[in-house]
């Protein structure tokens, strides 16, 4: 099974500020991973596919790269309502999906 | 619009049975791949079942195989999964998804989620 890690664990910002979000694979699985947000009560929320994707409404400022083993999600100037828990989740290895655990973007 | 109405959460003893459901609305159900993914309280996600569009293939987390099973009627829009031998370690708020397309293979992703409906496995 494909083993995802987040970091960092928290990443305490100011609105404005660029956030750099990492998710690296214990093997590779090429283009095939995504990205969701989760805020407080609410279910997840597909941000990204395919590594760099915008999922349908989901604004410019939020961008996904990498390929292989090592992908990044930016957002580019924080937002008030961008803070909240983002995860990976890989869709290559079959059947098992598996997310990472998560990176807390907090308000800094 | 997409919606997802889960329910069927409710407070088990270890060892009992519970049926989650999912009513779809929004959307055809028939054209679409289904999954379950928990969520522990204060913890991370993890995936737990899926099922083709066609209800002919379905797929199982380790942790749940043998004891959770997966089904759909697309002529009642809905999904379920009914779990058994229910263990603490299932407590966990349990979410169902709508994948982008008819099968659960790679490349396709979980595009709307339901507000989930909360298990706990208690004595």
């Known amino acids: 099974e494909i083993v995802l890690t987040q970091s960092p664990a928290t990443l305490s910002l100011s609105p404005g500020e660029r956030a750099t979000l990492s998710c690296r694979a214990s093997q590779s699985v090429s283009n095939n991973l995504a990205w969701y947000q989760q805020k407080p009560g609410q279910a997840p929320k597909l941000l990204i596919y395919g590594a760099s994707n915008r999922a349908t409404g989901i604004p410019a400022r939020f961008s996904g790269s990498g390929s292989g083993t090592d992908f990044t999600l930016t957002i580019s100037s924080l937002e008030p309502e961008d803070f909240a828990v983002y995860y990976c989740q890989q869709r290559s290895n079959w059947p098992p999906s598996s997310f990472g655990p998560g990176t807390k973007v907090d308000i800094k | 619009e997409v919606e997802l109405l889960e329910s069927g959460g409710d407070l088990v003893q270890p060892g009992g049975s519970l049926r989650l459901s999912c009513e779809a609305s929004g959307f055809t159900l028939t054209k679409y791949a289904m999954s379950w993914v928990r969520q522990p309280p204060g913890k991370g996600l993890e995936w737990v079942s899926a099922i083709s569009a066609d209800g002919g293939s379905f797929f199982y987390a380790d942790s749940v195989t043998g004891r959770f099973t997966i089904s759909r009627d697309n002529s009642k829009n809905t999904l379920y999964l009914q779990m058994t031998s229910l263990r603490a370690e299932d407590t966990a708020a349990y979410y169902c998804?709508?994948?982008?397309?008819?099968?659960?293979?790679?490349?396709?992703?979980?595009?709307?989620w339901g507000q989930g409906t909360l298990v706990t496995v208690s004595s």
């Open positions: 998804a709508k994948l982008t397309s008819s099968s659960y293979a790679p490349r396709n992703y979980f595009d709307s």
